[in-house]
């Protein structure tokens, strides 16, 4: 957020100017702050009673005169009064704005005694009008960046009547960006932009103890039935699928290329430098054997460090603190020279991957997302995968970093704080750069006989065409070592009083003949590493299947805690107070804090919301 926090004195040149402002209009004016003219520049506002008289004639000019800068800008919803275009009558709301000057005599430095970074603001008058001064901010003191983040996003998934569109299909998704972004907004004092919440990321943040693969497949899934908290009437079908965890000493030996945004927009304490710690984090885990170099780009790119062995330690943090932020951003580039160093270090039977972090804002060269997602699918196919780090807000382009990630068979997540570098690259590096399956693909097909409709909960940005299932051609998410993943589905059982869908007039009466009592049946398709081929699991999905754990019970909590913020369709009455309740019974073991954390998240959205 804007501005200083309001346990900081303010400064004693915006002392100065209130203790001016009060001495000229009274103790009920006020500085209110700034705004943006029409040009974009910064104005000074302050605001007098109603009642103040001012004229041309009898205008102030001593000290808040000498204070005011040259021109103003006048808003008004009422009459521009016709004395020198001084002062403009409004309501207290949003009005029209006009543009007029100060006088002459009014004109010096107000940027110089009121600085938008160092605000003091006083309670407002109590009046039902007022009139408005406002007086230009000095040119010199930069604008605030506007705000250019773009967010890969879709429309929430429509309910499904299964007479008519029994079969569903999408990718697996392990990317927990969207949390990240979510908890940064509101830790900032502000609800999120409904387009920055994926439901699925909210979910699958979180670590499960789903049951533990067993046999020949490098996961297990596990399929739970459950009343629906919010819809009476309705159920959940909930999918959770546990990937096996290989000791560490098992793992093969790893190399990684940093590829690392040193444009000017990373300058900020919560991009570069943050940056900087999280690696630092991140080297405390690699192995001796482990090799690490490290690309950069900014207007062009240029390899700082050379491969290098994890055990070098002093060499590769040396190379990090010579990093600094200045220039344009040539992704491209940077993401060419990744991929040559890449090959380069790569070995059989070795694993390789480009790490690249950035704020996003891919503004030269190659930055259209199609023509990076075609680049990335071009090069994945060399055993090279890329994930993505996102840090610092207001030019977070995530519609760039989620085409990345996921056509270069990698994740993306946003680091926010470094509690959150230390849950990204220390407690899940294993999982992050280790794939245990590849092209994981989840399809059910529902029981008309038995389920009348569904929605799929999440996942939007993740559906794919029924074909695609069984097509190895086409690419789907990953799923890296120990990750857990999970889908949640809403089914209405035929003869529910919550179905939501009439019959129509034309279709077919006959009601669908009853094979079985299955409410559907769960597909999954994964290839192995470095392998073309799909393999296929199958089970079918049984009424009051499973066990609604605390697992399964708070990742309920979290899609509906997605679905409030994205203001769904489909939650009726079920509120804020009833998602906190359901989080908090099902909170279970949080060793790290994370659960709590979440509900404390979900706090200050109600809060926010009310």
């Keep these: 957020p804007q501005g200083r926090s309001l346990l900081t004195p303010p400064a004693p040149e915006t002392v100065l100017l209130e203790k001016q402002i009060r001495s000229e209009f009274g103790e009920s004016a006020r500085l209110v702050g700034t705004e943006l003219d029409s040009e974009g520049g910064e104005i000074t506002v302050i605001e007098v009673p109603a009642e103040t008289e001012l004229g041309a004639a009898n205008a102030p000019v001593s000290a808040l005169s000498d204070a005011l800068n040259s021109g103003t800008t006048l808003r008004s919803d009422d009459e521009i009064i016709p004395l020198d275009g001084i002062i403009a009558e409004e309501p207290m709301m949003e009005a029209e704005i006009a543009q007029e000057s100060f006088a002459p005599q009014l004109r ?56 008519e569109e029994p079969v569903s299909t999408f990718s697996i998704d392990v990317d927990t960006a969207s949390y990240s972004v979510v908890r940064q907004s509101l830790m900032s004092g502000r609800l999120p932009p409904a387009a920055a919440v994926r439901v699925e990321e909210i979910i699958n943040y979180f670590p499960y103890a789903y049951p533990a693969p067993e046999g020949e497949h490098p996961f297990q899934p596990t399929v739970s039935v459950m009343p629906t908290p919010w819809n009476e009437g309705t159920s959940l079908v909930h999918v959770g699928i546990q990937g096996t965890l290989p000791a560490v000493e098992d793992r093969p030996p790893l190399n990684l290329v940093f590829l690392i945004d040193t444009s000017g927009s990373m300058q900020d304490a919560n991009k570069l430098p943050l940056l900087k710690q999280s690696f630092r984090l991140m080297l405390s885990e690699l192995r001796p054997e482990d090799e690490v170099s490290i690309v950069t780009y900014a207007g062009s790119a240029g390899q700082v460090l050379e491969p290098t062995r994890a055990s070098e330690r002093s060499t590769i943090l040396g190379a990090l603190d010579r990093l600094e932020a200045g220039g344009s951003t040539a992704g491209q580039a940077g993401l060419q020279q990744a991929y040559q160093v890449a090959e380069g270090m790569g070995a059989d039977s070795e694993v390789t991957r480009v790490i690249l972090a950035t704020d996003g804002d891919f503004n030269v060269g190659l930055s259209d997302p199609d023509a990076l ?28 970093m989620q085409a990345l990630a996921q056509n270069g068979n990698g994740t993306a997540s946003y680091i926010d704080t470094l509690s959150e570098a230390r849950k990204v690259l220390v407690d899940q590096l294993t999982g992050a750069l280790f794939p245990i399956a590849n092209d994981v693909k989840i399809q059910v097909e529902f029981n008309p006989s038995q389920i009348a409709e569904y929605r799929l909960i999440g996942y939007e940005t993740r559906a794919l065409n029924r074909e695609d299932f069984s097509n190895d051609k086409v690419d789907a998410g990953d799923i890296g070592a120990g990750h857990t993943v999970t889908a949640i589905f809403e089914v209405t059982p035929v003869g529910s009083d919550a179905i939501r869908n009439g019959p129509l007039r034309y279709a077919d009466s006959e009601q669908v003949a009853s094979v079985s009592s299955e409410l559907g049946f769960f597909k999954l398709r994964y290839k192995n590493p470095n392998e073309s081929t799909s393999i296929l699991i199958e089970e079918p999905i049984l009424p009051g299947q499973g066990h609604a754990s605390d697992d399964v019970r708070f990742s309920v909590a979290m899609a509906g805690f997605g679905q409030l913020l994205r203001e769904g369709n489909y939650l009726g009455g079920w509120d804020w107070a009833d998602a906190i309740e359901l989080a908090n019974g099902a909170k279970g073991a949080d060793p790290y804090g994370y659960r709590a954390e979440a509900v404390t998240l979900m706090r200050l959205a109600e809060s926010m919301a009310r």
Excluded: H, M, W
């Design 373 to 400: 997602k075609d680049f990335i699918a071009d090069k994945r196919g060399t055993g090279t995968y890329l994930s993505v780090l996102g840090f610092g807000r207001g030019n977070l382009d995530d519609a760039t």
């Design 108 to 163: 010096n430095r107000a940027s110089q005694l009121a600085p938008q970074s160092d605000l003091a603001l006083a309670a407002p008058a109590p009046v039902t009008r007022a009139k408005r001064i406002i007086a230009p901010t000095d040119p010199r003191v930069a604008a605030p960046e506007s705000n250019t983040e773009e967010f890969a996003n879709a429309p929430d998934n429509t309910l499904k009547v299964t007479t």
